[in-house]
């Protein structure tokens, strides 16, 4: 397992699967291990994916200071783990809460951005978010699920502050396109993949300046893949596409039946997609 050292002396792990150019990854959770992202669809096949253990993270080690977990105090770990591949300039990919370090990094460093791609990424780095008007809206899509109602009831307790563990649970299937032994198994992996200390602290108060980080994108020269999920709500399809207004050179795709992991929902369409967007020059 290949390691790295942080500019604040914390040793970083990242994970290489499959061959290729390489295809840095950030994971979402937040302040989840990156074994989640598994070979992201079979993705690896068309990449040497490096994935990335945030600090705290899977095999990544505990910092010293814990505030270090702030989303924007991590954009030296990125810029660490491109200087440790010898690369001019990075592919990089982040899903869901990664989106905002991606970005924070992004606007950070502009010209060691060849493409990125977020996938069902939030965009606090920017000043847009999803809300809970976008997960009910989302939630009604799927009424005729055999499992809908009781899901259904926990988001309501989610959603009033009053929830249990068991509630939390019981809503994993919004998440998925479809409620199957892939996506159930994939969801039995989260709690033990989340350090839940730094994922309170990841979008604390000050991780984000999104005038700055507004002006910073609206200058790029870079591609931009937003992928979503038709059925997720974070983000909703429409607020994707609001989104990518942001960037010159932006485009978005809705991939059909899946949530917010797309890569468990239809491995060979996101692997694909991902994969003609990032072979693409121009």
């Known amino acids: 397992m290949p390691t790295l050292t942080a500019p604040d002396g914390t040793e970083l792990a990242y994970h290489v699967r499959g061959q290729g150019e ?12 990156s074994a989640y992202l598994g070979d992201l669809g079979g993705l690896a096949h068309h990449r040497g994916l490096v994935m990335l253990d945030l600090r705290g993270t899977g095999d990544s080690g505990i910092p010293a200071d814990p505030a270090t977990y702030r989303c924007d105090r991590q954009i030296g770990d990125v810029e660490a783990l491109r200087a440790r591949l010898g690369l001019e300039q990075v592919d990089l990919l982040a899903h869901s809460a990664g989106a905002d370090l991606a970005l924070l990094y992004a606007a950070r460093h502009p010209q060691r951005i060849r493409t990125l791609t977020l996938i069902t990424g939030r965009a606090r780095a920017l000043g847009i978010d999803f809300t809970e008007e976008h997960r009910r809206e989302a939630a009604a899509l799927r009424r005729t699920e055999p499992w809908f109602e009781s899901a259904h009831e926990a988001y309501e307790r989610v959603w009033a502050g009053t929830a249990s563990d068991p509630d939390w649970d019981a809503i994993a299937p919004f998440f998925y396109g479809r409620w199957d032994a892939a996506a159930r198994a994939h969801a039995a992996t ?93």
């Not at 390489?22 to 291990?33: E, K, W």
């Not at 980080?213 to 020269?221: L, N």
């Open 190 to 282: 989260e709690v033990e993949q989340t350090n839940e200390e730094a994922a309170e602290r990841y979008a604390a108060p000050d991780a984000f300046r999104p005038d700055e980080a507004r002006a910073a994108v609206a200058a790029w020269d870079a591609r931009v893949l937003l992928l979503v999920g038709a059925l997720d709500s974070g983000p909703l399809p429409r607020v994707a596409a609001s989104i990518a207004e942001l960037f010159p050179r932006a485009e978005v795709t809705v991939q059909p039946d899946t949530g917010h992991f797309p890569w468990v929902d239809d491995p060979d369409g996101f692997s694909e997609t991902v994969a003609a967007f990032l072979d693409r020059r121009k």
């Open 22 to 33: 390489p295809l840095l990854c950030l994971p979402g959770g937040p302040m989840r291990a």
